[in-house]
């Protein structure tokens, strides 16, 4: 991660939680963002500036001092509530800000800023944050986007065309959620082909979303995420608090879904997963697959 990205913060484990893939947001945080701080909502600014005063900031800042008043905002927005009235003239000063800047960091937490809104007034922004050179602008603008509750107008073949390109793990595991979360129709088609990719934590991300399609072919992946050890010493490897996450979320998603077909599977993580908490949370699951 560049160092202009360190602590920016990120809406990720927003995305989906209104969703029935809920459960799959905790290994997004988990397992690919690793290094993004997630801003707590608790720690307001102790300015006692609104967003009007902050958005004036933003736009008579100059250059070098004009994210600092963005990444402002972004919190401020995450933890407040603005008056309906205001929500036009927040995302038109936004959407200007983004449109002039050329400083990544700027553009990085104007996204977040509008993700928090979640206004289909944004869709404009953030689709064209789906182009955006900047790695971390076109992660957050995915993120953004699947978190909306009404996506008229989003140009969803820009999102699709992520799991296809070479683009970085965690950029194709949040576009897979973004599809996922918004119902599309050809979430299981794009998903499949995931399965079989050299990034374990894409394949894991894809048989995650398939579990609610009841998918067969992902059950050789799902057999190496209930296999997957606490003890490993491979620096690529999850450590045991990722691997604990993956799977309280594996058999979450599993207990959502109410597959039968994965009673085997459960099973065997009741008897035999040597964390106490994966077990406790297998056998609440296997009283419901066996109902």
């Not at 009235?85 to 800047?101: A, H, Q, T």
Request: cysteine-free; aromatic content about 6%.
């Amino acid at each position: 991660m560049s160092a202009e990205n360190q602590g920016n913060p990120s809406p990720s484990k927003k995305i989906l939680e209104s969703s029935p893939l809920s459960g799959i947001a905790v290994p997004i945080a988990i397992v690919l963002i690793g290094g993004l701080i997630i801003f707590g909502v608790t720690k307001m600014l102790s300015s006692g500036k609104d967003h009007r005063d902050l958005i004036d900031e933003m736009n008579s800042k100059t250059f070098g001092n004009r994210w600092v008043a963005a990444y402002e905002l972004s919190k401020f927005l995450a933890a407040s509530k603005i008056p309906k009235e205001d929500m036009p003239w927040v995302i038109e000063n936004l959407s200007r800000v983004y449109f002039e800047s050329v400083d990544g960091r700027t553009r990085n937490f104007v996204v977040l800023a509008l993700g928090s809104l979640k206004n289909p007034l944004s869709i404009k922004v953030l689709s064209k944050a789906l182009e955006d050179q900047d790695s971390q602008v076109k992660f957050n603008a995915v993120v953004s986007i699947g978190n909306l509750e009404n996506t008229e107008g989003v140009d969803w073949s820009k999102i699709e065309a992520m799991l296809l390109q070479d683009q970085d793990a965690g950029l194709k595991q949040v576009a897979l959620f973004a599809i996922a979360s918004q119902k599309r129709t050809n979430t299981a088609e794009l998903a499949l082909p995931l399965l079989t990719s050299s990034d374990k934590t894409v394949r894991y991300a894809a048989a995650n979303v398939l579990i609610y399609y009841k998918k067969s072919e992902a059950l050789p992946v799902l057999e190496e995420m209930a296999g997957l050890k606490y003890d490993s010493k491979s620096p690529e490897d999850l450590n045991g608090a990722q691997v604990e996450g993956l799977k309280t979320n594996l058999l979450e998603n599993i207990e959502k879904s109410e597959w039968k077909d994965l009673l085997p599977l459960v099973l065997k993580m009741e008897s035999s997963d040597g964390n106490i908490r994966v077990q406790t949370k297998a056998k609440q699951v296997l009283k419901l697959l066996k109902n």
